[in-house]
């Protein structure tokens, strides 16, 4: 079984990860208060409880899930020999003027996916994804179906699962997990209306691959929504 940081120790990886915040994204920078609130509940977590973030705001006063995907995808290039897709662009440059505009991404969070709240959230791994390992769960089914089963899935909790947690990235090196799949994220690569396909966090050729699978394909052994 996978040890996971225990509640206090993922305390501590983001005050680290809110250093390397205020040199990359100074606006972004997680105020004091938010960890003073935080740490006085850590008592109450087991290890079982992932500690996450929601950044910026959707305008309806929930985090915004794109933001806080963003920052964490630019942390992970930035420290792992990466291969990232272009499609993995949550705030594209304006499209070159000989292309089509149809290259530019299109991403949004998938029909029913819970909101995401602003600071500090925590979300439970599932008992047997506890046990065996994240994914275990739902091992044999695709992002689509795992979908139905919740509306907490993979968004941008798992750019950051990975920047907390990283003997996860190991694994992806060495080929024990195959992907993990942020099913909570639907893209449209080509911009059409058919929002058929979610992000991914695989390796390739020796580096870290962030990139996109049909919603509709079964990955075996990837690692899916976990979250109670």
Same mark, same amino acid.
């Given at each position: ?113 819970? %909101? ?52 996860? %990235? ?10 993990? %799949? ?47």
């Amino acid at each position: 079984m996978q040890k996971y940081l225990s509640p206090r120790a993922q305390y501590e990886r983001w005050k680290e990860l809110n250093e390397w915040l205020k040199k990359a994204f100074p606006k972004e920078v997680i105020p004091d208060t938010a960890f003073k609130e935080v740490e006085g509940k850590l008592a109450g977590l087991t290890e079982k409880d992932r500690l996450f973030f929601g950044f910026g705001d959707d305008g309806q006063g929930n985090a915004d899930p794109f933001l806080s995907g963003h920052l964490f995808v630019n942390y992970l290039t930035q420290t792992y020999p990466s291969e990232k897709w272009r499609f993995v662009d949550f705030y594209p440059s304006p499209p070159d003027p000989m292309r089509f505009d149809f290259y530019r991404p299109k991403i949004k969070m998938r029909d029913n996916a819970a %909101v995401r709240p602003k600071g500090f959230y925590v979300k439970t791994i599932l008992d047997k994804d506890y046990e065996g390992g994240i994914g275990t769960t739902h091992q044999a089914l695709s992002p689509l179906d795992v979908r139905k089963l919740s509306a907490w899935g993979w968004g941008p909790e798992g750019y950051q699962f990975l920047a907390l947690e990283a003997p996860y %990235v190991k694994l992806l090196f060495a080929g024990q997990v195959p992907a993990f %799949v942020l099913g909570d994220y639907a893209v449209s690569p080509y911009g059409t209306t058919d929002f058929s396909s979610t992000f991914l966090l695989g390796c390739s050729r020796g580096k870290l691959e962030l990139g996109i699978t049909n919603s509709r394909d079964n990955i075996p052994k990837y690692a899916p929504s976990h979250f109670a």
